[in-house]
């Protein structure tokens, strides 16, 4: 959870005034014809002369039953401290939520264009149709809800989770900082989402986002254009970690090359809602996706230069800093493909754990499958392959130096194929001769690198096949 909340700032008592009973329907008119006394200050939700029916709707403590539209041209802010909380809004204007101000809808709703940079919620569906910038400042973070956890209790489920939509078409952008999505909130992606600049998501359990593609509809995307992530939130009793569901293109598209980007939930490539298979692509720097152990694929097109792997990253969602990917107690074994000759081609990466397969004494971890079917390389650019372990597959007296020095790595060509134990490169690639062996300086140095006790082993290889690196151990 991204540290923020509500500004305890109140609004003008001056500003609303509170309606009759039964003034449910509100058009925005800014200072439109407004006699001397009533002249609206064409900006504020607050202000009951911007409203036709000269009183402020949405008020917290009133009924939700308010049904409000926002005509185009229309530039309105609801500020720090103001609530606005409706039954269903049509926002066809331009419309932001201050830091410390929110606005909670009960009923379908659709907006053109919403900068928020404070709180979005309620049960009902708000539907983007332009674009909805999402963004924290350093007063504090935004975030997406269910319910208002600031003022009720949110220990129990929410009856119904209140879903975003971002239309196809429509544009998500997530900038500045860190964003919060909490209290069983679903964000469902048709358009494009774009995490940029110090952006990144964190995501409480029970939350979920969905990129998911209509029959018919063309590809949703959601792009890292930084090296931020969608993290981990707060754990919330009774739920899971988030989930994210893609049917259409997660991407990698910015930040630096040696910078990473996570996707630490639990994915799926595929959704309930979509006939598609989500696909992956990595244009700079690495992409890691969360895998729980055992025969789960991950597939992703990566270009020469970059890198794609599967994980349980330890990032601090407060801040968006990751440690270096490394394996856990849940998760002890994780893996990345490096493709190092930069240029312009893409090539499939494919990595899976195996499970079900004969234990062979000494070894330790799952075997793990590559598959880099097209990538280039050269002697002077292998493919590298990182098979990193937890402390706790050591054996008695073992340490993570002497396995990074001396384990085994064994390699099995295909699947009817002995595993047959690696040899080490001689330098740090492997020769013509040699099509895969164990890049012990590299070994070495990110095991020495890490100072956690676990363990990275690195392969260098040129083969451009399908081929298994299995655990380490005895051959």
């Known amino acids: 959870m991204v540290a923020g909340g509500l500004v305890a700032t109140a609004s003008p008592a001056s500003a609303f005034i509170i309606c009759a009973p039964g003034v449910n329907t509100f058009v925005w008119d800014g200072n439109a014809n407004d006699p001397p006394g009533q002249v609206g200050d064409n900006k504020n939700w607050d202000n009951a002369y911007n409203w036709d029916v000269n009183c402020t709707p949405g008020l917290l403590n009133q009924p939700h039953d308010d049904m409000v539209t926002i005509p185009a041209g229309a530039n309105v802010f609801i500020n720090a401290g103001g609530s606005a909380d409706v039954a269903a809004i049509t926002n066809n204007g ?59 209790s949110c220990a129990a489920p929410a009856p119904v989770a209140g879903v975003t939509v971002i239309n196809a078409g429509a544009k998500l952008l997530i900038n500045g900082r860190g964003v919060n999505l909490s209290d069983q909130r679903i964000i469902e992606n048709h ?105 789960i694929v991950r597939t992703a097109k990566v270009q020469q230069g970059a890198s794609f792997g599967n994980a349980a990253p330890a990032c601090d969602p407060g801040t968006g800093v990751c440690a270096p990917i490394q394996p856990t107690g849940d998760d002890v074994q994780v893996a990345t493909v490096q493709l190092t000759l930069a240029g312009t081609t893409s090539s499939t990466v494919t990595i899976q754990e195996v499970s079900g397969v004969p234990v062979v004494p000494g070894q330790r971890g799952l075997p793990v499958r590559f598959e880099t079917p097209t990538a280039q390389a050269d002697t002077a650019h292998p493919l590298r392959f990182r098979i990193l372990l937890d402390s706790t597959l050591l054996l008695t007296g073992e340490t993570a130096a002497s396995v990074a020095t001396n384990g085994v790595v064994a390699r099995q060509a295909t699947t009817s194929d002995p595993y047959v134990a690696l040899p080490n490169c001689t330098v740090t690639t492997p020769s013509v001769s040699v099509v895969a062996c164990v890049d012990r300086a590299l070994s070495i140095a990110e095991t020495a690198a890490l100072a956690t006790g676990d363990v990275v082993m690195v392969v260098s290889s040129l083969a451009n096949s399908r081929y298994r690196v299995s655990k380490v151990g005895a051959a």
Do not use: E
């Open 94 to 152: 331009i419309l932001t939520v201050a830091n410390g101000g929110a606005l909670m809808t009960y009923g379908p709703s659709t907006s053109n264009v919403l900068n928020l940079q404070g709180i979005l919620g309620g049960p009902g569906r708000f539907v983007v149709t332009k674009q909805l910038t999402w963004t924290s400042l350093p007063t504090g973070a935004s975030t997406q809800v269910t319910r208002r956890c600031d003022l009720v």
């Open 191 to 295: 358009g494009t989402t774009t995490v940029s600049g110090l952006g990144y998501i964190a995501a409480d359990y029970g939350t979920a986002f969905r990129n998911v593609r209509s029959p018919g509809a063309v590809q949703p995307r959601f792009t890292f254009a930084n090296d931020g992530g969608y993290y981990q939130g707060f754990a919330i009793a009774g739920f899971g970690l988030s989930a994210f569901s893609n049917s259409g293109l997660v991407t990698k598209t910015g930040g630096t090359a040696t910078g990473v980007s996570v996707i630490d939930a639990q994915y799926s490539s595929t959704d309930a809602g979509s006939t598609y298979t989500g696909t992956t692509q990595v244009k700079i720097g690495t992409l890691t996706i969360f895998t729980p152990s055992g025969n």
